[in-house]
């Protein structure tokens, strides 16, 4: 069945930091991607998206683009901040369900 | 616009208790989905409903879990009796028409003692 792999943490990074977190997929034909965020004490919300290859999604500095030839999209910032500590998650899927990755918890310190 | 509501935010309960959940979806959203994440894992898919209609049930787990979207706008979700590997976080989320982005609710921190 469809899956998603995603690197897993938890991972401290310094501001200013570079970051990457790893997401690969497997899946029958060719879904959208996601990456959610998960701020602490709030719900899950969306990042950034790609629905087909080669796309790239960017919001508030993420990258990350749609690769099928590796069936990856990982995701990227140049820069960290402290206010981008939360739980990141990859996931596939459209309209009839999401898949998910199991996550992963960043931590910038200042 | 307010966005997807649940409640309540947390329940404790001890096993073979009953539990619900109410989630209302973002107004004019047809599609309503309930997913469960457990602790370090990513949210696994329960059911989705369109409009009143359950249209994917194939991950619930029939034998203590069921779910009513009556009249195609809130939701419940009920466990009867809760078992102690039901501890997670209940999350409602819902899209519009099914097409693109899923809008996910705070969701519920159940504990099962």
């Known amino acids: 069945g469809n899956s998603v792999t995603q690197m897993e943490g938890p991972v401290t990074l310094s501001e200013e930091a570079f970051l990457t977190i790893n997401c690969t997929y497997t899946a029958t034909g060719y879904p959208s991607l996601f990456w959610y965020v998960q701020y602490p004490g709030e719900g899950l919300q969306l990042l950034l998206k790609a629905t087909k290859a080669d796309d790239k999604g960017s919001n508030k500095g993420f990258e990350a683009t749609y690769r099928k030839e590796t069936t990856s999209f990982h995701l990227e910032k140049g820069s960290v901040q402290v206010s981008d500590s939360a739980v990141y998650f990859c996931a596939q899927g459209g309209s009839e369900k999401l898949v998910f990755g199991k996550g992963m918890k960043l931590t910038v310190n200042p | ?87 997670a976080v209940y999350l409602c989320a819902s899209s519009l028409n099914g097409l693109g982005e899923q809008f996910f609710g705070p969701g519920t921190r159940l504990t099962v003692l």
């Open chain 2, 1 to 87: 616009e307010a966005g997807v509501v649940q409640s309540p935010r947390y329940k404790i309960i001890e096993k073979k208790q009953p539990v619900a959940f109410w989630c209302n979806p973002i107004s004019g959203h047809n599609t309503l989905y309930w997913y469960r994440q457990n602790l370090g894992q990513g949210p696994e898919l329960l059911i989705r409903y369109e409009n009143e209609e359950a249209v994917d049930d194939s991950q619930l787990p029939k034998d203590r879990f069921s779910a009513e979207r009556l009249k195609g706008v809130d939701s419940t979700l009920k466990i009867q009796p809760a078992e102690l590997g039901d501890s």
